[in-house]
């Protein structure tokens, strides 16, 4: 009797440690990297990098001429003409806070481009369909965006982005 009473206590805190052991699985996905590297082809992502090779290339353009105006400067300040110098330093000053909003504009457009494909039903359906499949096969419960501006951390463990492309790519 004592061995079956034993065996029963056994069972039980087998079963228990066995319940108890069950951890919820989390998962991280960088979407980001995903609709960069699975849809580079699509035209949406083509005209993003248009926008970004465009804002790059006036950029350097800027840079370039404030750079000649500098050179201007001080070309005038060695000859000794102290106004001319003052106006090239109003010019560059100009030049450069268009620049930066220029890129603060241009960022900000380009980071809504891409926020936008983002949140497209299409694509977002696809993306969905291949993380679901992607946490099934992991046994993963909770996915979350690694952008996520509410993750403090994270073990690189847990991503499973490459994971997600892979299923795509099949």
Known sequence: MKKIALAAVIFFVAISFAGAAKLTMVGVVDLTKIVSDYFQESSAWREIDRMVEKTEETIEEQKEEINQLEQQKLEALEAGEQQKSLQLEQEINKKQEYM????????E???????????SSSFSREILRAVENVADQEGISIVLRKKDPNILYYNYEVEITEKVLEYLRR
């Open 100 to 107: 930066k909003e220029y890129n603060r504009i241009m960022s």
């Open 109 to 119: 457009r380009i980071e809504n481009k891409k926020s936008n494909l983002l949140t």
